[in-house]
């Protein structure tokens, strides 16, 4: 079954690195480190700017898996290396923890990332990719079989796509809905 590839230890290890991202979120604020800052925050900006003009709810749904698959694919993609998985775990709850503090103002407010409908399935999903990057690059850095890691890259492409990308799947259907309500809410002010 495609369930028992999955790794539950690298799936609490990836979750346990985007967390420590998302909590370091405050400090970057707080230091205001822009090199960290600049970039979830311009992304956010261009979005946000998009998502108000009307856009309809299937061309946000696809703006959004579009993008979301595309960078859990990527950290996927970086389990072909023996640092990156990790360092794109905790980068990922950075940026999560940067823009939710940028939208809802303080530090207190980080717990939202984890209680809303979306987060139920998108973070899942990001650490199970992650998950299934961390275990390729620990594979490489004790064998440096670059044949067999394409194996094991191939064997867990399935999860990535039965497992992964129908949560994101029901996470972007949920935010678009969302996005789609809030922004009839607000043009009926």
């Not at 090199?35 to 709810?57: C, D, M, S, V």
């Amino acid at each position: 079954m495609i369930f028992s590839n999955l790794d539950w230890n690298l799936i609490g290890l990836a979750a346990i690195l985007f967390i420590i991202g998302t909590l370091l979120s405050s400090y970057v604020l707080e230091k205001n480190i822009h090199f960290l800052i600049a970039f979830p925050l311009w992304f956010y900006n261009k979005i946000k700017k998009l998502f108000t003009k009307g856009l309809p709810i299937w061309v946000q749904f696809l703006i959004i898996i579009v993008w979301n698959s595309s960078v859990l694919f990527g950290g996927y993609l970086s389990g072909f290396t023996v640092f990156l998985p990790y360092i794109f775990a905790i980068w990922t709850g950075l940026n999560v923890g940067i823009l939710v503090q940028n939208e809802m103002g303080e530090e207190r407010n980080l717990w939202i990332i984890f209680i809303n409908p979306v987060s139920l399935f998108e973070l899942p999903a990001i650490w199970i990719s992650y998950s299934l990057a961390i275990k390729m690059s620990m594979f490489y850095f004790k064998s440096h079989d670059f044949a067999q890691l394409v194996t094991i890259f191939r064997e867990n492409l399935p999860l990535f796509g039965w497992v992964v990308l129908p949560l994101l799947t029901i996470a972007a259907l949920i935010e678009s809905v969302i996005i789609s309500y809030v922004n009839r809410k607000m043009q009926n002010h």
